[in-house]
């Protein structure tokens, strides 16, 4: 099946281009810098905050490019200056924390790219910070009073399902007002109604010059499926969710098997690069 030559590629992080450990594969950094040689512009498009989507930008080696983060509620140009920045509104947040703090459920906040929690020692939280490698700030009750407008709220679930039951209890809760995604299984992310991965690769793609049919857009989660189905060519990894392999047009190996880098070289580099597959989650790198 035919498509438009690809100039840029729009790719998720967590389930997508990092391995289920959480890790950077080799294989995917090789085939994204052979990619960039090209001259094709990679842009890591994620639900994590500002600052930790740029420690793997770097690890790729593509601080040259644009990032979006928080599930498109924030685009940050490659000198750190926001291209634009989505918050939710206050009434929002605060009914949102809330909900959160009258059902003694976890939750946690992002304000100005940085994770604020209730204490330090909740589970929810040592998973959280065991999964990404971030810390956050412990400020008590006041979690629940923030004096400036959060730019995502994040509460960790039991699963999938109840996710889904949660994201319907708090849009229901909030018409129009908030938007409620699911990155992983057990988390569901809140975020200003106008956020949104796909509304973000329709604005890097007149900024950057570069038409929507000739963006590659790869991802697992809810909240790439938009993102998608709006790029020239969707791509879904194995692990992904029903919903985003429905609007896929294909279906790459598992972000264990390195997707991200198969994909780029089947439908980008139209070749196999000469390394070696065998990259395996226990040893980090090429065998």
């Not at 281009?17 to 090209?38: F, G, M, Q, T």
């Not at 589970?123 to 730019?151: H, S, W």
């Not at 209890?169 to 956020?195: H, K, Q």
Request: hydrophobic content about 40%; charged content about 25%; some cysteine.
């Amino acid at each position: 099946m035919r498509h438009a030559p690809i100039k840029m590629i729009a790719c998720d992080m967590d389930g997508t281009l990092l391995d289920n450990s959480s890790r950077l594969p080799e294989r995917n950094k090789i085939v994204i810098a052979e990619a960039v040689r090209r001259g094709i512009i990679f842009v890591i498009s994620t639900g994590r905050m500002y600052h930790s989507a740029r420690f793997f930008a770097e690890q790729l080696g593509v601080t040259q490019f644009p990032l979006i983060c928080y599930n498109g509620s924030m685009i940050v140009e490659p000198d750190d200056r926001e291209l634009f920045h989505l918050k939710l509104d206050m009434d929002v947040a605060l009914g949102l924390l809330a909900f959160f703090r009258d059902r003694n459920m976890y939750v946690q906040s992002y304000i100005d790219d940085r994770l604020y929690i209730k204490e330090d020692n909740a589970e929810q939280y040592q998973y959280y910070n065991k999964y990404f490698g971030i810390t956050g700030t412990a400020v008590g009750d006041g979690l629940y009073a923030p004096e400036r407008r959060p730019t995502k709220l994040l509460s960790k679930t039991e699963g999938i399902d109840d996710s889904h039951k949660l994201i319907k209890e708090l849009s229901d809760m909030f018409p129009g007002r908030v938007y409620v995604t699911s990155s992983n299984e057990d988390f569901i992310e809140m975020m200003n109604p106008e956020a949104n991965k796909a509304k973000c690769l329709r604005i890097l793609s007149e900024s950057c010059g570069v038409p929507v049919e000739n963006i590659m857009a790869l991802g697992d989660g809810d909240n790439d499926a938009e993102m998608i189905g709006t790029a020239g060519l969707g791509i879904a990894v194995a692990n992904a969710r029903e919903s985003v392999k429905k609007a896929a047009r294909f279906i790459a190996p598992s972000n264990d098997e390195c997707g991200v880098a198969w994909a780029i070289e089947e439908y980008v580099l139209k070749q196999r690069l000469p390394v070696v597959w065998g990259y395996t989650r226990e040893q980090g790198n090429l065998q």
